[in-house]
């Protein structure tokens, strides 16, 4: 309360501007950021960033919660430990977010191949890494994490209804581990359509050769 009144007589009565650091945007939920999204319709939202490691068939190896942190100041640890749980880990894609020319080096120690896009003006030593071909192949793959994103917050991951910031981290993670079981469950779908299918087949041919 002594907080708020506070911001609210320097705000208000002394017309001060509070210091972004300061501000508090959820009394209930104090880890609460302002998150700046840059879509249609939706240019700011309240809450945590996520973010999330893919692999080539769609599962969610890792995940990190962003508290005080932006994209570029994650790429580096956030892709250490993601190859301490899976060594066989050698290449990564991300978006220009990521930049940072220290980034670019480091990643290059971590991992075999990581695709980072630079920001700004491209040098001709830039142009010729980021228009060869198995740079343009790995970044198209990059797109497949977005629907990864995009299904999270379709399963309940643009809200999330429980309090306390332990409880935010909980329901993160079980939102991860429902889309796993999701993307199993779809392999395991698609393997069984594609057995009773071969049988059919096969039936079918048994079939004409007994008439």
Not at 31 to 51: F, M, P, R, Y
Not at 96 to 103: E, H, L, Q, S, T
Not at 136 to 165: F, M, T, W, Y
Request: glycine residues 6%.
């Amino acid at each position: 309360m002594d907080r708020q009144l506070d911001q609210v007589q320097r705000r208000i009565i002394n017309e001060e501007t509070i210091p972004h650091d300061e501000k508090v945007f959820s009394i209930f939920e104090e880890h609460a950021e302002w998150l700046s999204k840059g879509k249609a319709g939706i240019s700011q939202e309240l809450g945590l960033n996520v973010c999330i490691i893919e692999d080539q068939f769609g599962f969610i190896l890792n995940h990190r919660i962003m508290q005080s942190e932006v994209d570029k100041t994650i790429a580096v640890p956030f892709t250490q430990k993601t190859k301490e749980l899976f060594p066989n880990l050698n290449s990564l894609s991300f978006d220009k977010g990521f930049w940072a020319p220290a980034n670019r080096d480091e990643l290059e120690k971590i991992i075999d191949k990581g695709v980072l896009p630079k920001k700004g003006k491209l040098a001709a030593k830039d142009k010729e890494r980021e228009y060869s071909l198995e740079f343009k192949e790995a970044k198209h793959q990059h797109s497949a994490v977005e629907s990864g994103i995009n299904a999270l917050e379709n399963h309940g991951l643009d809200r999330c209804p429980d309090r306390s910031l332990n409880s935010f981290k909980r329901y993160i993670s079980y939102a991860v581990l429902g889309r796993n079981l999701q993307i199993l469950g779809n392999i395991i779908q698609e393997k069984e359509i594609a057995r009773k299918k071969r049988s059919e087949k096969m039936k079918q041919v048994k079939r004409k050769r007994a008439a």
